[in-house]
Nanobody, 126 residues
Framework: QVQLLESGGGSVQTGGSLRLSCAASGATTNHYCMAWFRQAPGKEREEVAHISSDGVTSYVDSVKGRFTISQDNAKNTLWLQMRDLRPEDTAMYYC????????????????????WGQGTQVTVSS
């Protein structure tokens, strides 16, 4: 099993930037497909971005052009660079991992991610 630990959240003003990190430990020699999710108060959790096993990225429309997902397999770390933050980006952000054995497109349902971090809070004030 793999354990995920997010960090980098905080409070910023509109237009600010944050870089979230997700450190993986444990069974990191296995293959994992990674994603970032967020959940705002009173709302359902939504996928923000994912990255396929061959490095192809995908984003929810509301963050395209502002957020960048990346990973360093050697360092077992996933990042989410967030720029031009808006109040509607305020949420708890979670990283998630899906174990795969051959190829992973990253286009997965939320329930397919078997491993989750505990989250890091991002608050954007106007």
């Amino acid at each position: 099993q793999v354990q995920l630990l997010e960090s980098g959240g905080g409070s910023v003003q509109t237009g600010g930037s944050l870089r979230l990190s997700c450190a993986a430990s444990g069974a990191t020699t296995n293959h994992y497909c990674m994603a970032w999710f967020r959940q705002a108060p009173g709302k359902e959790r939504e996928e923000v971005a994912h990255i396929s096993s061959d490095g192809v990225t995908s984003y929810v429309d509301s963050v395209k052009g502002r957020f960048t997902i990346s990973q360093d397999n050697a360092k077992n770390t996933l990042w989410l660079q967030m720029r031009d933050l808006r109040p509607e980006d305020t949420a708890m952000y979670y990283c998630a991992a899906h174990e795969f054995y051959d190829y992973c497109s990253g286009s997965l349902m939320e329930y397919e991610y078997g491993y989750w971090g505990q989250g890091t809070q991002v608050t954007v004030s106007s």
